[in-house]
């Protein structure tokens, strides 16, 4: 079926590239055609451990004949190793697992509120970041700070008001009575590659510490090593009260989890929230291999390499070409903003072989596997500057 017929089948809402991805292995992707393609998109943020990783392939054969699902109206061990494991690597107390980053941050949102409820007071407003994104969920398009996820969408949930990254002032302003939490991403991913300073995220804190407010961070994209340590927040020194997961958690297969202090999490009493598929044996077992792999191959210091080789080259793009004005963000998040829309740019290089993706009209953004490799970040270095010399910019 070529791709103008799958369209036929399938809902419009997303601009596709006209390419149908049939396989994988390691950084490569095949198409239907035969044709390869070294990947720093990696399923956005998905596959930390790049594609066909045998220590996936083992424990997900291995699950499939034991036992897939099971619900949560019993423990499955596979589940409790998960949420112990998230807890010790976090520093919070308690994890709830469900099936995406929409509903991580769904149950942040509901988690909130359910705590000052449970203390009697009415605190419901969350506060997060112009330009930030938190999924496409109803409460989570109303807490993205984002006109263009809105539209359409009307009446949207209340209780959500936005402030622009980094201004601390503003933040102060926009706090009052009825402030439950700030939820902010601690790299904007999707909104262009912006990254808040670590001087705001400590006033951050010690303004929800000054208020009685709840620190959510969002590390759907930014969690599970993609900035170098296990989460970003870890750089700022800053301890959250509630974090989101979900992306590069499962290395692939679909799992998102919320994890709240033991004095948060409690408020998430026996029948107040749930997911049939949370927590099902199958992607908890997965994202345990995927955070086993990572301390077997060491891949929280290959992030910091590849990091360093990847801005280097970009570096270079931005002294060469006046289009590029700088490289952004953090670990292998990272992005170059262009003053023009990058759109041909990617066109060009996956005309070449090469995918990457935008993040906003004029930042490119590159979120390679984990484990890539040196050779594999010379490689893709060198067909974006093809592509981008082809196009006579
Ligand atoms: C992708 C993303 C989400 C939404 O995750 P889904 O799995 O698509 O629902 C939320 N927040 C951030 C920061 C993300 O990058």
């Given at each position: 079926m070529n791709t103008q017929q799958a369209a036929q089948y399938l809902t419009p809402n997303y601009a596709r590239f006209p390419i149908t991805l049939v396989k994988g292995q390691g950084a490569r992707l095949w198409d239907d055609a035969g044709k390869s393609y070294l990947d720093f998109v990696a399923g956005i943020a998905v596959n930390t451990l790049g594609h066909a990783h045998p220590a996936l392939i083992k424990t997900i054969t291995e699950q499939a004949v034991t036992m897939l699902h099971c619900s949560n109206l019993y423990f499955n061990p596979q589940q409790n190793e998960l949420a112990k494991k998230l807890v010790e690597l976090s520093g919070l107390g308690k994890t709830f697992f469900c099936n995406s980053g929409a509903e991580a941050n769904e149950a942040a949102i509901?988690?909130?509120?359910?705590?000052?409820?449970?203390?009697?007071?009415?605190?419901?407003?969350i506060i997060t970041a112009l330009q930030s994104f938190h999924g496409r969920t109803m409460q989570t398009i109303a807490a993205t700070g984002q006109d263009k996820v809105k539209e359409g969408f009307a009446p949207l949930p209340a209780g959500f008001t936005h402030v622009a990254l980094n201004d601390l002032d503003a933040l102060k302003a926009a706090i009052d009575d009825s402030t439950a939490?700030?939820?902010?991403?601690?790299?904007?991913?999707?909104?262009?590659?912006?990254?808040?300073?670590?001087v705001y995220l400590e006033a951050v804190r010690a303004l929800c510490d000054k208020h009685g407010i709840l620190l959510i961070f969002d590390e759907i994209q930014t969690g599970i090593g993609?900035?170098?340590?296990?989460?970003?927040?870890?750089?700022?020194?800053?301890?959250?009260?509630?974090?989101?997961?979900?992306?590069?958690?499962?290395?692939?297969?679909?799992?998102?989890?919320?994890l709240a202090t033991n004095n948060v999490g409690k408020s998430f009493s026996a029948g107040s929230h749930g997911t049939t598929f949370g927590g099902n044996p199958m992607s908890c077992a997965v994202a345990l291999t995927v955070l086993d792999v990572m301390e077997e191959e060491d891949l929280l210091n290959n992030v910091q390499a590849r990091s360093a080789q990847l801005q280097t080259g970009l570096q270079k793009l931005v002294a060469t070409y006046t289009i590029f004005e700088e490289v952004r963000g953090d670990g292998l998040l990272l992005g170059i903003k262009a003053n023009?829309?990058?759109?041909?740019?990617?066109?060009?290089?996956l005309d070449n072989g090469l995918l990457v993706l935008a993040a906003g009209p004029q930042v490119l953004r590159f979120l390679p596997a984990l484990n890539i490799s040196e050779a594999e970040i010379t490689e893709g270095l060198a067909i974006l500057s093809k592509s981008i010399e082809g196009l006579n910019l």
């Open positions: 509901k988690l909130a509120r359910k705590f000052f409820f449970d203390k009697g007071e009415r605190k419901y407003t939490a700030i939820m902010l991403e601690p790299l904007q991913g999707e909104g262009g590659v912006n990254l808040a300073n670590v993609r900035c170098g340590t296990m989460f970003a927040f870890e750089k700022a020194g800053v301890s959250p009260d509630i974090i989101t997961l979900a992306k590069g958690l499962g290395g692939g297969v679909p799992i998102g989890a919320m023009i829309e990058v759109a041909p740019i990617i066109n060009a290089c």
